[in-house]
């Protein structure tokens, strides 16, 4: 399919959030504070997780898709399926890909990851069959000759 590049992700920043919720720095409030078109948004094109809320640990969380992009123009800023970014990314050069997680429940929310995809990022199935294309490029410097 695509590869991915320019990928982020935002565990750390997840994990040190809930830290300083469970030692009550920071109070469920604010980080409770999902908008309505969020919630709307993980309805009709979220991906359903087996995780748990980490907050109300009843409500299973939602993954949902934002994109950016400079070819999208009134699509930008849109929440997409994965199927819908797969066609996407045949169909555009580059497209940002917000991923935000989002609890129906309590309105936890947060930024899972970022990536891109589009034409510019699709693999190079032709490339593999080349002579150069076999060389070690591992480390810089290297050849692939001994």
Known sequence: MQSI??????????????????????G?????????????ASRFHGEATTRRCPICRREYLWLVHYIFGDELRS??????SQ?????LATS??????????????????????RFAVGRDYLA?????????????TSRPGRTGTN
């Open 92 to 113: 555009y050069r580059h497209i940002d890909v917000y991923v935000v997680e989002v609890c129906r429940g309590c309105s936890w929310n947060h930024l899972v990851r």
């Open 75 to 80: 699509s930008a800023g849109q929440a997409r």
């Open 83 to 87: 199927a819908e970014l797969a066609m």
């Open 5 to 26: 590049s320019a990928d982020v992700d935002y565990s750390l920043q997840r994990q040190s959030l809930l830290r300083d919720v469970a030692f009550g720095r920071v």
């Open 28 to 40: 469920t409030h604010e980080v409770c504070d999902a908008s309505p078109y969020l919630i709307n």
């Open 124 to 136: 190079q199935p032709a490339a593999a069959s080349t002579p150069s294309a076999s060389r070690d």
